[in-house]
């Protein structure tokens, strides 16, 4: 079959005008009173444009226990939650660009479905009783598209017929689903833009990305267009998102969190699994999203995931804090250096023992990581991209030109992998002789990227600072520090050159562009221990006590 | 490098005469008075021809428990047990050819340091004080090369320079190591033959296979020249062999034990993972050794193992069991099919529900896990191989003749073995709906192979009872029932032809041939059910009565 060039542009249109017709008018908020393209931080302008009620403020500004508490009290209906975060989902997307699939008209449907059951039987149909939840746009749900930004995919399937397990079981739990969000092409980008969607910028500051491939999450939830909202990470992509926007974020290890029934840019690739989890405004909605997951005992609905529980666990009152604030590949921006200093600081302060850590290994786990991305010829991509005739954005020129591996040039990998995984545990768990108390590190903390949110365009060629742990596939939680402030990170005078891309990132940082952008860091604990990590992020947002 | 054709031949000759010069003297029975090549019944050989020490036979044939307990109250020392292990693996070796590397020397010199240091200290090193453990030859063990079965690694490298994770735990908890064991080449063949160690046979009938590959750990422990004895399994590795010499054995999910510094004869493959587990005489020594190797952490020490402890778990006490008496693709011999309908009486007479399980996609499966055995085209066996000239043995002809996969092949497979497995954890959860009191199946059970153990060169090549749950990565035991009885398993009068190798199987059947040959059958848990497929397998012992 021979598809007419640029069919793209036309599945992409007629996609886009679909979804178009799915907002609600009334929720929309007239183009002409929108605040200008270049206001940067659109941070507090749904609170202050009085387009959203008290009671829908109140709503979107809670965590998800008071809406849960709420609706169980019948304080509010479920309606009243699902229509509240529809609307604030509608200005958010106006001011970002950060939804996908929207379907506002089935989430009230299931609501007032909840509250009919709640009446009538006096009963919540389970622990998440009328919680919206936003999905990235890998997720299957039963009776939408996933287009994972691919045009190809626009209408093939045009709607699923089966709920990706996550979906299901947080359906089951009572969650209310109402908008899939934004991602990069085949969420291989560092920055949410493909030819369907367009670009989702950042509301911190619209001159920068929101991050990738969780961008579209990461900004809805940043707009409190979502309280809750599930990414996937295969080498960053819940990470890198959630520290543009200074979100709680978690990525686990695999098996903790069920995948089945996502789509994937990369599918059968297991050479380095994608894995999903939470991107939230609070930690205690990050808590509890993963205990509410968790307890649907996710290793009896999809054959990858792991019987472990959600443990409860106690951790030193002091902890062992290794940070490695450079990982010699790409020197991060002074924004972000001073984000380590803030935290280091803070951790000494309260009598925790901070020592540096070296990042050993770093690139070449990097380096791997992205073979294994690559490892297919970027076949898989390109037999979609090439259906339609979409060209691929510079970030994934790679895709069109890597050759192919073969099998056994990829188990050389594989096993070069096991060993770095081997040596890197080996190195953690004899770090006890560099600590006061003798015992290994808790964690370590280290820049999620080099930027506070990289310039639209401008984030190059790096994820060294995400995906190694990846392939090592610890437990990686992601917090808040600071914003980028023009006064406080000036240009530094001097470049590392480690690497022509670390070159770059120097030459392009500009203090005034990068204003007002987040800088949050990463907290990596070893396999399996997410609920570890969580409660050293509650020790550390004690601390840092930040608020935008 | 121009290799001499047929140098292989001087390089296992050289390797078998330094192995050969390891035994004691004293401890080898001479020629003449070892039992006439036609005896095929040698079991109960050693016990009776009367070159054990009383005292030696009654530590060989204790259990774990009772040798460790002896130790401990120093009615035996460990220079005691080692020795009389020692002792009696000679002349099993001597019977069916079960062993590689042999080091009585420094299991002595060991024992004499555990015996020492409990008697300096008053203290044990660990639970495992003076337990021999014998070794397939994959582990990789300080000092000692690692054959895998092929000629090149002989001496390539001749000593390596670390345990592997597993043998260090082991050593850590006071295990003494003095044997490696058989196995074919690179592991993938369903019988331990190879060009260096030749063929390893089955002590309960010598014209019959010890199985592979781990057939001459089985063959070692059914002499009792071992109490418990390590394999591994990609394929049926551990349960093809157990079954043969009616053990108990585990294989367990990967991850629960540690596999790092295992030799591999496809390293790098990832697509289905080897695992190593216990082959033992009694369930009580299965049992000793899952509980020992946890109480190790062994995640922090392989970084692919599972922080799952060792569980308490509770069965209940009437079981719903599946079963599959018939794959469909081979359709197992008489004495197999009378062991099946054994346990299926035994079980319904005891008040479990039994019901019928179809073998849905294990055709499939069982493809599918071959293919990714070839997946890299036999490059890295057969590099290997033509790097001493060494032939391929039948079983293997199609690691020479097999294309290499291209990558976006091999995530094709993946994404299709993912479909299977979620719909075979669907298909066991929904059993509810076959079963009396509607929960769903505690286990399957399954022959292991057709056979009771295959005629020397005879097993064709169907693993499709066993590999589908290496791809499920479910945890499977084996447990014997009976012995093949050329009385009791007549020839059957019609062939079932559901595949050319099926009608070879059932061609090949000679009730004479086969007589008292092993009849052990798999029970499958799902993943991560190591402990209760412990559980299971008490109630079907007692249920049983197994003895030789």
Same mark, same amino acid.
């Given at each position: 079959?021979?598809?007419?060039?640029h069919?793209?542009?036309?599945?992409?249109? %007629?996609?886009? %005008?679909?979804?178009?017709? %799915?907002?609600?008018?009334?929720?929309?908020?007239?183009?002409?009173?929108?605040?200008?393209?270049?206001? %940067?931080?659109?941070? +507090?302008?749904?609170?202050?444009?009085?387009?959203?009620?008290?009671?829908?403020?109140k709503?979107?500004?809670?965590?998800?226990?008071?809406?849960?508490?709420?609706?169980?009290?019948?304080?509010?209906?479920?309606?009243?939650?699902?229509?509240?975060?529809?609307?604030?989902?509608s200005?958010?997307?106006?001011?970002?660009?950060?939804?996908?699939?929207?379907?506002?008209?089935?989430?009230?449907? #299931?609501?007032?479905?909840?509250?009919?059951?709640?009446?009538?039987?006096?009963?919540?149909?389970?622990?998440?009783?009328?919680?919206?939840?936003?999905?990235?746009?890998?997720?299957?749900?039963k009776?939408?598209?996933?287009?994972?930004?691919?045009? +190809?995919?626009c209408?093939?399937?045009?709607?699923?017929?089966?709920?990706?397990?996550?979906?299901?079981?947080?359906?089951?739990?009572?969650?209310?689903f109402?908008?899939?969000?934004?991602?990069p092409?085949?969420?291989?980008?560092?920055?949410?833009?493909?030819?369907?969607?367009? +670009?989702?910028?950042?509301?911190?500051?619209?001159?920068?990305?929101?991050?990738?491939?969780?961008?579209?999450?990461?900004?809805?939830?940043?707009?409190?267009?979502?309280?809750?909202?599930?990414?996937?990470?295969?080498?960053?992509?819940?990470?890198i998102?959630?520290?543009?926007?200074?979100?709680?974020?978690?990525?686990?290890?695999?098996?903790?969190?069920?995948?089945?029934?996502?789509?994937?840019?990369?599918?059968?690739?297991?050479?380095?699994?994608?894995?999903?989890?939470?991107?939230?405004?609070?930690?205690?909605?990050?808590?509890?999203?993963?205990?509410?997951?968790?307890?649907?005992?996710?290793?009896?609905?999809?054959?990858?995931?792991?019987?472990?529980?959600? #443990?409860?666990?106690?951790?030193?009152?002091?902890?062992?804090?290794?940070?490695?604030?450079?990982?010699?590949?790409? #020197?991060?921006t002074?924004?972000?250096?001073?984000?380590?200093s803030?935290?280091?600081?803070?951790l000494?302060?309260?009598?925790?023992?901070?020592?540096?850590w070296?990042?050993?290994d770093?690139? #070449?786990?990097?380096?791997?990581?992205?073979?294994?991305?690559?490892?297919?010829?970027?076949?898989?991509?390109t037999?979609?991209?090439?259906?339609?005739?979409?060209?691929?954005?510079?970030?994934?020129?790679?895709?069109?030109?890597?050759?192919?591996?073969?099998?056994?040039? $990829?188990?050389?990998?594989?096993?070069?992998?096991?060993?770095?995984?081997?040596?890197?545990?080996? =190195?953690?768990?004899?770090?006890?002789? $560099?600590?006061k108390?003798?015992?290994?590190?808790?964690?370590?903390?280290?820049p999620?990227?080099?930027?506070?949110?990289n310039?639209?365009?401008k984030y190059?060629d790096?994820?060294?600072?995400?995906?190694?742990? +990846?392939?090592?596939?610890?437990?990686?939680?992601?917090?808040?520090?600071?914003?980028?402030?023009?006064?406080?990170?000036?240009?530094?005078?001097?470049?590392?050159?480690?690497?022509?891309?670390?070159?770059?990132?120097? =030459?392009?940082?500009?203090?005034?562009?990068?204003?007002?952008?987040?800088?949050? $860091?990463?907290?990596?604990?070893?396999?399996?221990?997410e609920?570890?990590?969580?409660?050293?992020?509650?020790?550390?947002?004690?601390?840092?006590?930040?608020?935008?």
């Open positions: 079959m021979t598809v007419p060039k069919s793209y542009k036309d599945i992409a249109a %007629k996609k886009v %005008k679909l979804r178009n017709a %799915k907002f609600n008018a009334k929720w929309l908020v007239p183009e002409d009173q929108l605040p200008s393209p270049d206001t %940067k931080d659109v941070l +507090n302008w749904i609170e202050s444009s009085g387009n959203l009620t008290d009671k829908e403020l709503i979107t500004g809670s965590i998800a226990e008071t809406i849960l508490d709420n609706i169980k009290t019948k304080e509010w209906t479920a309606y009243d939650v699902a229509s509240a975060f529809c609307h604030r989902a200005i958010a997307h106006q001011l970002t660009n950060c939804l996908t699939e929207v379907f506002f008209d089935e989430a009230l449907e #299931r609501a007032t479905e909840l509250d009919k059951y709640y009446e009538d039987t006096g009963k919540l149909v389970g622990p998440l009783h009328g919680l919206p939840i936003s999905l990235k746009d890998n997720f299957n749900i009776g939408k598209a996933t287009t994972v930004g691919i045009v +190809n995919f209408f093939n399937p045009e709607y699923f017929e089966e709920d990706a397990v996550l979906v299901k079981l947080l359906r089951e739990q009572g969650a209310v109402y908008v899939k969000t934004n991602v092409v085949a969420m291989m980008m560092p920055e949410s833009i493909n030819h369907i969607w367009g +670009n989702t910028t950042n509301p911190m500051n619209r001159l920068l990305s929101s991050g990738g491939s969780s961008g579209g999450e990461a900004a809805l939830i940043k707009l409190k267009g979502s309280v809750i909202g599930v990414g996937s990470d295969i080498g960053g992509s819940i990470r998102p959630a520290s543009f926007q200074n979100l709680y974020a978690i990525r686990p290890t695999f098996g903790r969190f069920p995948t089945y029934g996502a789509r994937s840019g990369l599918p059968g690739l297991e050479s380095v699994n994608s894995v999903n989890g939470p991107l939230t405004n609070t930690l205690e909605d990050l808590e509890l999203y993963c205990k509410s997951v968790l307890a649907c005992e996710p290793w009896l609905h999809d054959g990858k995931c792991i019987e472990i529980p959600w #443990r409860k666990v106690q951790i030193p009152e002091k902890l062992n804090i290794a940070i490695c604030g450079d990982d010699l590949i790409t #020197r991060p002074p924004p972000v250096r001073r984000g380590i803030i935290i280091k600081e803070a000494i302060k309260d009598g925790h023992d901070v020592i540096d070296e990042p050993i770093h690139l #070449r786990l990097a380096q791997i990581c992205t073979s294994f991305f690559l490892s297919d010829g970027g076949v898989h991509i037999k979609e991209t090439d259906a339609t005739g979409e060209t691929l954005f510079p970030y994934m020129t790679n895709y069109g030109t890597s050759p192919e591996l073969k099998v056994s040039e $990829l188990w050389k990998l594989h096993a070069e992998r096991t060993t770095l995984i081997k040596k890197y545990l080996d =190195r953690w768990l004899a770090s006890g002789s $560099l600590t108390n003798g015992k290994p590190i808790d964690a370590i903390i280290m999620t990227t080099p930027f506070a949110g310039p639209n365009g190059h790096s994820v060294a600072y995400t995906s190694p742990f +990846n392939l090592l596939d610890y437990s990686v939680g992601i917090f808040p520090v600071t914003r980028a402030n023009k006064d406080l990170d000036p240009v530094d005078d001097s470049s590392s050159n480690y690497t022509p891309t670390d070159t770059k990132i120097w =030459r392009d940082y500009n203090p005034e562009e990068s204003h007002g952008g987040a800088v949050a $860091l990463q907290i990596i604990g070893r396999k399996f221990q609920e570890k990590v969580i409660e050293m992020l509650k020790v550390i947002t004690k601390l840092i006590n930040y608020s935008d």
